[in-house]
């Protein structure tokens, strides 16, 4: 596609809303001399964060290296310099929002979150109190909830319906309707008494601009929930009392500030880096004064008291809001950097930044929504978007989505992610901690999302979809310096990736014979090749001639793993380098040797079980229960010196299949669950055929562009950390194997294997460098539902006896008898 006259249409269109035309420096200009370094990265995630710019960072480090700011709590100087710097930044927060310093308060938290926590802590909850909440919202925004309930208030999520077009009516709560959804209560009904009910403070909750939509919320709704809560709940009785109004403007704010001379919330809540980039970790409530009197603050600290008698029970609290709801001392030097951030905003001006931004998501909205099949179906269902109001400027800039293939099925949100990321863009997929309105536009009922997580799913887990719907979606999202181009390459991205690829399928394309060096192909006849063991989780394997077979795969293969002190799994997705810890075992000294050029000395592990180890505990991974054994201190020390990091060795004793999400058999399925496993993420053994290897690096040579000067892209066979290697045949004739012998052992194959970024890793000179090959080819041509299959998985299927059996082994050189399934 040519992407020039693709841009001069998206200027005849957009052209007097992108690019800041008016502005000092123009969208090219600002990237060129602002962001650097994001030559050659599509980011695409500003709603998870915006970035900085590098001029920011720079008048930041030179505020902070010339200037002196002391603890705003002492009385020098310095303290003073403090001060000036934090009362500036409240009065520009402030101004941000449009609020008079005379009617609100801005307070300073540590993020969006603090804040709202901090709403949700000393409100004045009582039994007759109703806490209400669309069904777009942030965690952070329901978890309000829980102190609500505890205190034996009600919690009801609501959906706002806005009549289109109000006929001329100039009250807004006619244009408003709030459906109810069922009550929450944690505590027995409460006895509707009017008078008391009239006394009660309610909240209602709302954010700017849904984080999972963008759909952004009509501010109106302030005064229609403060003033016309009777009508707009119809006489409920949860619309009595007195209703308090939040607004999260953690999202909406970075494009449309809530103008609080207007709407008159009772509290905002704003995260500096989703405006700027930077600082992170902080963010700020802003309060109505006749809001914050009404709070109740029981915890006092240094920076919130005024007096306060160490052995008995008395405390003067400090009067300012402010001074009362910021605990401790502020982060000021974070403080002190926000004035170079909103330099930015102002400079561009907020209003060309909405302009900028919406150009953006309604291009890609309306690019995306005119993708069909031939039969005319679309391929990619946008969320919250009526099609009535598919370019409307009045959505937030973000375009979320998932995509269908053209049976109807749909695309994991984890595939196009995973395709994103090598085509270096940098997108977010999943729930964005916004379950409500995840259940609203992907149509999740209650039953669909409880047998959902009966099935095990969980936040930021990899099953994005389950019982043939999706759980989460794909989002997009711009910032104020996001341009024309990035957009354009998402939406080749997609084109590429998601609608032509489907004119061939994957796994039916032809193999390319291009000569290979050194050996002739015989037809039929395959041969075991090599065998690899891997004794620890994620470190280097080693190759040997033959090895016992055990009830688990090859004796000793993954019966090791190593485990951070915070629980976590440590593997070389996370810890690349764990590649250079190499491992033997000797089985006739019994020994396990473990060398690492971080460590000077050689470790020796006994393989005798019952030395150095502690008691037997139990441990979950990858939904099946392990027994598992600890070691002493030393063999603790050294892994941790290998690693770089503070770990555990632990030795376990095989699975016990309890549960698993995906249990059928099939191309790609997730996990072995009929045989005990060890350390292993799928199945006993992992079969690649080095016909397949060199197909594949055929492959990467002929895609190699005709100008490159460097060496052509090769893997070799251990890349894919493979138990086991075959030679002979066609490339890819595994792809049809059911069952298999080898020697006088019989395997029974259960699928491709999914492949992951981990391939991409290129060990060099002690570092460990990412690269987009061999993944990216692959994807190409051996993507099928939602996995990119290389080699298989097998199941070994006479391993009843655990331990060394001689009849048991598999010997390099053996043959090997494929049967088709
Ligand atoms: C709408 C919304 N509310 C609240 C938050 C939480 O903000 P913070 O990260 O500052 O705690 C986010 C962050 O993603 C958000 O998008």
């Given at each position: 596609m040519n992407t020039e006259s693709d841009k001069d249409r998206f200027l005849k269109e957009f052209g007097d809303d992108y690019g800041y035309p008016k502005a000092p420096k123009n969208i090219d200009e600002i990237r060129a001399t602002e962001f650097k370094r994001l030559d050659g990265t599509v980011y695409l995630d500003h709603a998870g964060a915006s970035l900085y710019s590098e001029l920011q960072m720079e008048a930041i480090l030179k505020d902070l290296t010339t200037n002196v700011y002391g603890n705003p709590h002492s009385q020098t100087d310095s303290s003073l310099a403090t001060s000036n710097i934090v009362g500036e930044a409240r009065q520009q927060v402030l101004n941000f929002c449009n609020a008079s310093p005379w009617e609100y308060k801005c307070i300073f938290t540590s993020g969006a979150t603090a804040a709202l926590k901090l709403v949700g802590e000393t409100f004045p909850w009582s039994s007759q109190s109703s806490f209400m909440y669309t069904m777009e919202n942030h965690n952070s925004v329901l978890g309000i909830r829980e102190y609500a309930l505890s205190q034996g208030a009600a919690a009801i999520a609501v959906d706002i319906e806005e009549a289109a077009h109000d006929s001329g009516s100039t009250n807004p709560a006619s244009s408003h309707k709030v459906l109810q959804h069922q009550m929450q209560r944690r505590s027995e009904a409460r006895v509707v008494d009017e008078e008391l009910i009239g006394d009660a403070y309610n909240l209602f909750a709302f954010p700017s601009e849904c984080n999972f939509s963008g759909v952004r919320f009509n501010l109106d709704l302030v005064k229609v929930i403060k003033q016309d809560s009777e009508r707009i709940l119809e006489g409920s009785s949860y619309c009595k009392g007195c209703w308090m109004v939040l607004i999260d403007a953690a999202k909406g704010s970075a494009t449309e500030p809530p103008d609080l001379s207007k709407y008159k919330a009772d509290f905002v809540v704003i995260s500096f880096y989703k405006l700027f980039g930077y600082p992170t970790g902080l963010g700020a409530l802003i309060v109505r004064n006749e809001a914050a009197k009404l709070l109740k603050k029981t915890y006092f600290s240094g920076g919130t008291v005024a007096a306060s008698i160490a052995d008995i029970d008395f405390v003067k609290q400090r009067e300012g809001a402010e001074e009362l709801f910021e605990d401790g001392t502020l982060s000021f030097l974070s403080i002190a950097s926000i004035h170079h951030g909103f330099k930015i905003l102002n400079t561009l001006t907020i209003s060309a930044i909405s302009r900028h931004t919406a150009s953006l998501a309604t291009y890609v909205r309306s690019m995306l929504s005119s993708l069909t099949y031939e039969n005319g179906d679309s391929i990619c269902t946008l969320y919250g978007v009526p099609k009535s109001k598919l370019l409307c400027k009045e959505m937030g800039p973000i375009v979320s989505f998932n995509l269908t293939r053209p049976d109807g099925s749909w695309f994991g949100y984890r595939e196009v992610e995973k395709l994103a990321s090598l085509s270096g863009i940098q997108l977010r997929t999943g729930c964005f901690c916004n379950p409500g309105a995840c259940a609203k536009y992907l149509r999740l009922s209650h039953g669909d999302l409880l047998s959902n997580i009966e099935a095990g799913h969980i936040c930021w887990d990899d099953n994005d979809i389950l019982h043939g719907k999706p759980t989460g979606a794909v989002r997009v999202s711009f910032g104020y310096m996001s341009t024309f181009e990035e957009a354009r390459k998402f939406l080749n991205f997609i084109e590429r990736s998601f609608v032509l690829s489907l004119s061939h399928s994957p796994l039916r394309t032809k193999y390319i014979h291009l000569p290979t060096e050194g050996f002739e192909r015989a037809p039929s006849r395959y041969y075991l090749r090599s065998i690899t063991v891997y004794p620890i989780k994620s470190c280097a394997g080693f190759k040997v001639d033959s090895w016992p077979l055990s009830s688990t795969g090859l004796l000793y293969d993954r019966e090791w793993l190593l485990k951070s002190m915070s629980g976590e799994i440590l593997t070389q997705k996370k810890i690349?380098?764990?590649?250079?810890i190499s491992t033997l075992i000797d089985l006739n000294l019994g020994i396990l040797f473990v060398e690492s050029p971080r460590c000077k000395e050689k470790l020796q592990i006994s393989l005798n079980s019952d030395l150095f180890m502690s008691a037997r505990d139990g441990m979950d991974l990858h939904v099946d229960r392990y027994e598992v054994q600890g070691y002493d201190n030393e063999v603790n020390m050294w892994f941790s010196n290998a690693v770089g990091r503070p770990c555990t060795l632990l030795r376990g004793s095989g699975s016990t299949c309890y549960f698993c999400l995906n249990s059928k058999r099939g191309v790609g399925m997730c996990r072995d669950v009929k045989t005990r496993l060890n350390f292993v993420n799928e199945a006993q053994f992992l079969l690649i055929t080095e016909e397949s290897v060199s197909d594949l690096n055929n492959r990467l040579y002929s895609n190699l562009p005709r100008d490159s000067h460097g060496p052509p892209i090769q893997v070799n066979s251990m890349r894919f950390r493979p138990n086991l290697v075959i030679s002979g045949g066609e490339p890819y004739a595994e792809d049809g194997w059911g069952i298999l012998r080898i020697g006088n052992n019989n395997f029974t194959s259960l699928g491709g294997c999914n492949r992951c970024q981990m391939i991409n890793l290129i060990p060099q000179g002690g570092e460990v460098r990412k690269a987009n090959e061999p993944l990216a080819t692959l994807a190409a041509y051996r993507r099928t539902k939602g996995k990119i299959l290389f080699g298989i998985l097998l199941r070994y299927e006479d391993g009843n006896s655990v331990g060394q059996d001689t009849n048991s082994w598999l010997q390099v050189g053996q043959e090997v008898y494929p049967d088709a399934d």
């Open positions: 690349p380098e764990m590649c250079y």
